[in-house]
């Protein structure tokens, strides 16, 4: 009996800590860049045993020092209702859900991630598919909902976010697909480098495929519907 008091005396102690740090640690992150992310290290490791060099370019830049076309192609590609929710498109997944009852095991499942989603995962978490995964997906996505801004979460996003072998965040892919900063980038070249989002590994933006031209049309026009990313909203409900 005094044994399983320590253990679950231990066990509630070791959540309290968790909660204490990955609240300390998030609202660290809406005030200094993010250093490195779990995803980067891995890449790593994962190049280290393939003989490879050690790639990581990355270089964290202020929203402001962004080209306005990266963020509002990011939301037209990935998330369009990305300022309206509070984390989660619940009806984005109910259609994943229904779309994935329909195909076999061997075919690829659909994913209904939102960015708030993805930066969770970048910036805390590994890339796994697995429910406890998803679990702390979920806890970390309503962390940085309830205390960053959509414009910081979006600005977090764009910096850490894996556009290519090696490369991490708008600057550095900026530089290394088209030799420019981030803030001189055009509609159509934003629009390219959100195209490959969905796999930066196997996708280029400077060496873009049919496909990966037609993906950029089709967020080009998104582009057109959306006209831009209205932060003052957001501002005017959080002081009220």
Not at 18 to 27: E, K, L, N, P, Y
Not at 99 to 108: A, D, H, L, T, V
Not at 143 to 156: A, D, G, N, P
Not at 183 to 198: F, G, H, Q, T, V
Request: net charge positive; hydrophobic share 45%.
């Amino acid at each position: 009996m005094f044994f399983l008091l320590k253990v679950l005396k231990f066990i509630l102690k070791t959540i309290l800590w968790f909660f204490i740090i990955s609240i300390g640690i998030t609202i660290l992150y809406r005030f200094v860049p993010v250093p490195v992310t779990p995803l980067m290290l891995i890449r790593c490791v994962e190049q280290k045993q393939d003989g490879k060099d050690i790639k990581l370019k990355k270089d964290w830049v202020s929203y402001d020092e962004i080209s306005q076309a990266l963020p509002l192609a990011v939301v037209a590609a990935e998330d369009q209702l990305f300022l309206d929710h509070y984390g989660f498109d619940f009806n984005a997944i109910e259609k994943a859900l229904k779309n994935n009852e329909k195909k076999s095991k061997r075919k690829k499942m659909k994913g209904a991630s939102t960015i708030s989603q993805q930066t969770a995962k970048n910036v805390f978490l590994w890339p796994s598919r697995t429910w406890v995964r998803k679990g702390f997906e979920v806890y970390f996505t309503g962390l940085i909902e309830i205390f960053w801004s959509k414009q910081r979460i979006l600005e977090v996003y764009l910096n850490v976010v894996e556009m290519g072998d090696g490369v991490y965040g708008a600057e550095a892919a900026a530089r290394y697909h088209f030799k420019k900063s981030a803030a001189k980038l055009s509609r159509s070249e934003a629009a390219l480098i959100a195209a490959c989002l969905p796999n930066p590994i196997k996708w280029s933006a400077s060496k873009p495929t049919g496909y990966i031209s037609g993906r950029q049309a089709w967020i080009l026009r998104n582009m057109n519907n959306i006209e831009r990313l209205d932060f003052e909203n957001e501002d005017k409900e959080e002081k009220k």
